[in-house]
């Protein structure tokens, strides 16, 4: 049995660009915001972290950053894939060096891979650190599949904690979880599907809508967690249309929109993430206005 990194709400959190690079004093801010909100864990350089467009450099000192103002508080699970493995085992080596509690690892994008490479990126890394893995499939953004039967060669390995599942393939999920048992983790890899993966066994979700609302993010996990999905069924469908909105257009364009309207200071977009088309800001103003967030 593998214990997981961590249980409940990790918030997959934005980076605060300005003009001469990250805020870090914001970062902080922010990182302070979600642990005194219940947040259980944190994702530092992720996807909605804009970590695409962070030059290595830049990418090593927000992920030491992050680690030094956690102080162990919480999780830190720190975004570390490429399409490149040699640059995957670098900045991985880097956040276990920085104390990072967690590696999350999205599948090799543009390039992909057949189910062999992917089973041998991962192996040649995970044999490499001594700090737990969690695989991120998201083929939507990547264009690369996960099959059951490649979560079930590679959760043999010890460093390979579990799977961000973003895939919305709840068969996948059913296929891998009668493979691999309690050797693979679960973890919702988007706010919509929580309830539903949290009842099949995943652990908790790293999560975008923490980033706005992490105490109910947490609570939500927490329901599933003690078996309620009755209450958790009820509050998912409450936030639906918000989960909805925040994916109006891609990640993290429109969380990060919304941070900044509701005062939270999220900084800039880095191109290629430019600001939101005005329908659809319109759209977003109306919809936190309706959740109460935003007033007038």
């Known amino acids: 049995m ?13 980076t605060p660009f300005h003009r001469d690079g990250v805020d870090y004093e914001k970062l902080g801010q922010l990182i302070d915001f979600q642990i005194a909100n219940g947040t259980d864990a944190i994702c530092i350089c ?11 450099q830049e990418h090593m000192v927000t992920v030491e950053y992050a680690v030094q103002k956690v102080a162990g508080r919480c999780k830190v699970i720190a ?19 920085a104390g990072a509690d967690g590696l999350l690892m999205v599948t090799p994008y543009y390039n992909k891979a057949t189910q062999s490479g992917l089973i041998r990126h991962y192996e040649y890394i995970a044999d490499r650190v001594h700090t737990p893995i969690i695989l991120y499939h998201v083929p939507s953004r990547t264009g690369c599949h996960f099959q059951a039967s490649t979560y079930a060669a590679l959760s043999k390995h010890p460093m390979i ?24 983790n679960i973890w919702s890899g988007d706010d919509a ?7 099949m066994g995943g652990k908790g ?13 947490h609570k939500l996990t927490q329901l599933c967690l003690e078996g309620n999905f009755t209450e958790a069924a009820k ?15 891609v990640n993290p364009i429109p969380v990060k929109t919304a941070m900044n309207l509701l005062g939270m200071d999220a900084g800039d977009l880095r191109l290629p993430m430019c600001e939101m ?5 319109a759209v977003l103003r109306q919809v936190l206005a309706e959740y109460g967030l935003l007033k007038g």
Not at 2 to 14: E, L
Not at 235 to 249: C, P, R, S, V
């Open 205 to 217: 979700v790293i999560s975008v809508l923490a980033n706005i609302l992490p105490q109910a993010v």
């Open 193 to 199: 599907t929580v309830v539903p993966m949290m009842a």
């Open 2 to 14: 593998k214990k997981p990194i961590f249980t409940g709400s990790c918030v997959a959190i934005v």
């Open 161 to 184: 904690n579990g799977i961000k599942e973003a895939s919305g393939n709840f068969n996948l999920v059913s296929q891998t979880v009668a493979l691999c048992g309690d050797e693979m």
């Open 79 to 97: 975004g570390t894939g490429s399409n490149d493995t040699a640059a995957a085992l670098t900045l991985s080596q880097h956040a276990e060096s």
């Open 235 to 249: 509050m998912q469908a409450h936030y639906q249309k918000l989960n909805d909105t925040l994916f109006i257009e």
């Open 277 to 281: 088309e005005p329908a659809n800001l």
């Open 46 to 56: 992720g996807t909605t972290g804009e970590s695409s467009t962070q030059s290595m």
